[in-house]
């Protein structure tokens, strides 16, 4: 490589490495669990969830920029000392700059994952083959399709990287205005996944409709093997509570339903025993109709 060339970041962490850390022993390993749960493996913070040029755009000019890699190394270096500030030195309550900083990286692992660039190219791919029906200004009704030789360019890095930086700040002022409610567990350990933000739905939510970060009842994500950040939209204010087995048990099979691929844990712990865990998950929408008629609603 000729000297003053940088080599570029290709191997992408999709969850962080040093929130990785967390749930690793002293060697810096976990056990990775594939889903449903008939391989385990150990693997190091370094190759768990790395996916290949999965953050790097190619520039109109043929070149290309990693830094995105970079923006997130800030994000994830504040969010190291705020997570730190909680969970080892239990500075309570909880500091304003501490707040922020897990809130953006709270919103930027939620968005980065590539759960979300599977499911707008299943919505772009509905899109190219299956159509959507519109009205003219005529009141003719017609199906639009869109060339399927512009898919890749709609579900590649450089269009989920847009969108991450367009709905980071909306995403992390809603975090930051829920409620916080952070359980310390002594004996019960956590597990995380390759999709670590679980979302729950609220009281009442109508069946069948979907549950995004701002009509979540609650949104989970363990901070370390024995501390878990619950962001609630009730009334409680703040909490820091003893956790029990009950919720344990509760946040481990609701990070394995939420669950893509694989699930992690620490290799002296075993927090999915006695867990029915799911299969991977494939596709985020059951088939190409159903991401049209998703279309269509974004578009009527």
């Known amino acids: ?7 570029l970041k290709r191997r992408n962490h999709t969850v962080n490495k040093s929130y990785l850390r967390r749930f690793a022993d002293d060697s810096g390993l976990l056990t990775r669990v594939a889903l449903p749960g008939h391989e385990r493996i150990s ?9 290949r040029n999965f953050y790097v755009v190619t520039l109109p000019d043929g070149s290309e920029t990693d830094e995105a890699e970079d ?13 730190r500030s909680l969970v080892d030195d239990r500075l309570w309550p909880v500091p304003g700059t501490a707040r922020t900083d897990i809130a953006r990286w709270v919103a930027l692992q939620y968005l980065r994952v590539p759960w979300v660039r599977q499911l707008g190219r299943e919505i772009v791919e509905g899109f190219s083959s299956v159509g959507i029906a519109v009205r003219t200004g005529s009141g003719e009704r017609v199906t639009m399709k869109m060339p399927a030789d512009v898919i890749d360019d709609l579900t590649g890095p450089r269009l989920h990287l847009a969108l991450i930086e367009r709905q980071l700040p909306e995403v992390t002022e809603m975090l930051s205005q829920r409620n916080w409610i952070l359980s310390f567990y002594q004996r019960k350990s956590l597990a995380i996944s390759d999709a670590p933000v679980v979302l729950r739905p609220a009281a009442g939510h109508p069946p ?19 501390v878990a950040l619950s962001m609630s939209d009730g009334s409680t204010g703040d909490l820091r509570v003893r956790g029990v087995t009950k919720t344990a048990v509760f946040l481990n099979d609701a990070t394995a339903r939420n669950a893509r691929r694989y699930l992690f844990h620490h290799p002296e712990d075993d927090p999915l025993r006695g867990l029915r865990l799911p299969g991977p998950r494939l596709r985020e929408l059951a088939s190409p109709a159903d991401a049209a008629g998703l279309v269509e609603d974004l578009f009527s």
Do not use: K, W, Y
């Not at 693997?43 to 996916?51: E, G, P, Q």
């Not at 800030?74 to 190291?80: I, K, N």
């Open 208 to 226: 069948g409709t979907g549950v995004g970060i701002g009509n979540a009842g609650e949104v989970h994500i363990p901070l370390d093997r024995r």
């Open 71 to 83: 923006v997130f190394g800030q994000v994830e270096a504040a969010a190291v000392t705020a997570i």
């Open 1 to 7: 490589m000729p000297a003053g060339i940088r080599q």
């Open 43 to 51: 693997i190091s913070v370094t190759d768990a969830t790395v996916v």
